[in-house]
């Protein structure tokens, strides 16, 4: 599986998009665009490459990881899905973009389907399995490939750095466990895609994270 990386908005944030080859179908995580180059930016590399978008994943709702996404659905027929905990957030969006002084559209956004920890998705005859990782939002979701050995977290967990746990529903103790018990667990040489900066490993995370 192919994984593209395209970092946007203000926040500097990861979307990924998973495809395995031109003419297929692809899976696009935590599309925050906000302006329309944006989404120029986005909508041209599926086109492009004649993609069929079978599903949008948010890792969370938080407004740089989401607010492309009801676009997105819109654009291409799709279903938004999340972690059932994070529909209060996304119902949040306004409020959101208020407390980050955003000037973007801010409509609430509805999940369309929940994903819970041990759902698997499939595309190109590989799985993507979903783990429930909470702490830095409530619902925060990673999702796991384990041919491709790759793991995209979201906030969870960034290279020597870790999610914040100031913004409603977050809590330190949660993530930290969650690293500990959902991430670091994985192999060694999986790749750890974080929403944030760039690709670290669970093994450097082990050794060089000041936080774990
Ligand atoms: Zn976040």
């Excluded at 995580?29 to 004649?50: A, C, T, V, W, Y």
């Excluded at 973009?97 to 759902?119: C, H, M, V, Y």
Aim: aromatic residues 8%; contains cysteine.
């Amino acid at each position: 599986m192919k994984i593209s990386r395209f970092t946007m908005n203000p926040f500097g944030m990861n979307c990924y998009i998973l495809w395995s080859a031109p003419g297929g179908e692809c899976i696009v995580i935590d599309p925050g665009m906000m302006l329309d180059s944006e989404r120029e930016m986005i909508s041209s590399f599926i086109d492009g490459n004649k993609l069929t978008v079978k599903h949008i994943l948010l890792t969370h709702c938080h407004i740089d990881h989401a607010c492309g996404a009801k676009w997105l659905a819109q654009r291409y027929g799709v279903e938004i899905e999340a972690g059932a905990d994070e529909a209060v957030i996304a119902q949040s969006m306004p409020l959101q973009a208020q407390r980050f002084g955003l000037k973007i559209d801010s409509t609430p956004l509805s999940i369309d389907n929940t994903l819970a920890e041990g759902d698997i998705i499939t595309l190109a005859g590989e799985d993507i399995k979903v783990l429930e990782t909470p702490g830095h939002s409530p619902g925060s979701l990673s999702f796991y490939f384990p041919d491709s050995e790759v793991v995209v977290t979201g906030d969870v967990i960034f290279q020597s750095s870790i999610g914040r746990t100031d913004l409603p529903g977050g809590s330190f103790s949660q993530l930290i466990d969650v690293i500990k018990t959902k991430i670091l667990t994985l192999p060694t040489d999986t790749v750890i895609a974080p929403g944030h900066g760039d690709t670290t490993t669970v093994g450097d995370e082990k050794i060089y994270n000041p936080y774990i």
